[in-house]
């Protein structure tokens, strides 16, 4: 149960501090794609140690947070910031738990495997159409493509 925030911590350092605001902008997207990847190698039935390092390398994907936080400050009036900050953590931990109960269905149903493995199809799905959309909103919206110069 510690291994993926063990992967956040130790990312930390290297991808999410280190980095200038500029580089943690621009891997934002692809860590946000590539997190759910390492679910896949569910579907191969992994011992213990190899199931703590698959979630190990997920929770290392997690340095991608500085990147969103940097765009969503920008694009909230710095008035309205602390309210919309406290209601975008309010609904992503919502949104986060509320997925907790279906999981715990399917894995009772499908084995944790199926359910580990088809969470991560499914995740990189999502999450690649909607990087793919953000680029075109930025494309559109004629944005520099890793949001520095404003």
């Excluded at 900050?85 to 986060?96: D, E, P, Y």
């Amino acid at each position: 149960m510690c291994a993926r925030p063990a992967g956040t911590i130790a990312d930390e350092p290297c991808a999410g501090s280190r980095p200038r605001p500029a580089v943690r902008e621009r891997i934002a997207l692809p860590l946000v794609c590539l997190m759910p990847l390492s679910h896949l190698g569910y579907a191969l039935r992994p011992n213990l140690p190899v199931s703590l390092l698959l979630l190990l390398l997920s929770g290392a994907g997690a340095a991608r947070t500085p990147g969103p936080d940097q765009w969503f400050a920008r694009a909230v009036p710095r008035k309205l910031r602390g309210r919309a900050t406290t209601l975008l953590t309010a609904g992503l931990m919502t949104v986060r738990k509320a997925g907790t109960a279906p999981a715990g269905v399917a894995a009772e149903c499908a084995g944790v495997t199926a359910t580990v493995a088809g969470a991560g199809a499914r995740g990189t799905a999502c999450r690649v159409r909607l990087a793919v959309a953000a680029r075109r909103t930025e494309e559109r919206d004629g944005a520099d493509r890793n949001m520095t110069d404003r």
